[in-house]
Antibody, heavy 119, light 106 residues
Framework: QVQLVQSGAEVKRPGASVKVSCKASGYTFTSYYIHWVRQAPGQGLEWMGLINPSVGSTTYAQKLQGRVTMTRDTSTSTVSMELSSLRYDDTAVYYC????????????WGQGTLVTVSP | SYELTQPLSVSVALGQTARITCGGNNIGSKKVHWYQQKPGQAPVVVIYTDNKRPSGVAERFSGSNSGNTATLTISRAQAGDEADYYCQLWDGSHYVFGTGTLVTVL
């Protein structure tokens, strides 16, 4: 079955960077876009950006431009999201999710990775 | 940037109909998707492209989209429908999520 499995929880200091991975299985990795969505505690969903695993091209949310980097490794069917210069308000659960086309819905989603920014 | 507005909460009696709105400028010209999120879980799509229902989602879930409002309708509401619901669309350059609606079944 189609699955997206994410790496484990992280605790980081302000100013540090964090890298979260998302391993895909059960489908052709290069045929679907991967998105990153985050959710701060008690808050709504925020789209962070997408990567086309076939060619590695990316589109990032304007708010995160310059701090977020998405990469892929086709040999392991894994997408990674790195967020730099962490701030306290980056504390959130980070999800990866799949879509067939840009504009299409996300299905499925990964299980989520909690990133805590703490002194 | 494009904004999507949802009511903070909607209450519905068991077995009755809940309607969750998603307001946006000329949203009827865009494709809207809806997600259900239960506490501690990842979101799950319940309606895609305005009114299409994924396999495995109950027929009680339906969607519509016209003018400046998209609507998710839950018929014959059940206790298991209690969750947060989010609308979502692609505005041409970014994905946007609605503010989210908590549905409570009384």
């Amino acid at each position: 079955q189609v699955q997206l499995v994410q790496s484990g929880a992280e605790v980081k200091r302000p100013g540090a960077s964090v890298k979260v991975s998302c391993k895909a299985s059960g489908y052709t990795f290069t045929s679907y876009y991967i998105h990153w969505v985050r959710q701060a505690p008690g808050q709504g969903l925020e789209w962070m950006g997408l990567i086309n695993p076939s060619v590695g091209s990316t589109t990032y949310a304007q708010k995160l431009q310059g701090r977020v980097t998405m990469t892929r490794d086709t040999s392991t069917s894994t997408v990674s999201m790195e967020l730099s210069s962490l701030r306290y308000d980056d504390t959130a659960v980070y999800y990866c999710a799949r879509s067939m086309l840009i504009g299409a819905w996300f299905d499925p989603w990964g299980q989520g990775t909690l990133v805590t920014v703490s002194p | 940037s494009y904004e999507l507005t949802q009511p903070l909460s909607v209450s519905v009696a068991l077995g009755q109909t809940a309607r969750i709105t998603c307001g946006g400028n000329n949203i009827g010209s865009k494709k809207v998707h809806w997600y259900q999120q239960k506490p501690g879980q990842a979101p799950v799509v319940v309606i895609y492209t305005d009114n299409k229902r994924p396999s495995g989602v109950a027929e009680r879930f339906s969607g519509s989209n016209s003018g400046n409002t998209a609507t998710l309708t839950i018929s014959r509401a059940q206790a298991g429908d209690e969750a947060d619901y989010y609308c979502q669309l692609w505005d041409g350059s970014h994905y946007v999520f609605g503010t989210g609606t908590l549905v409570t079944v009384l």
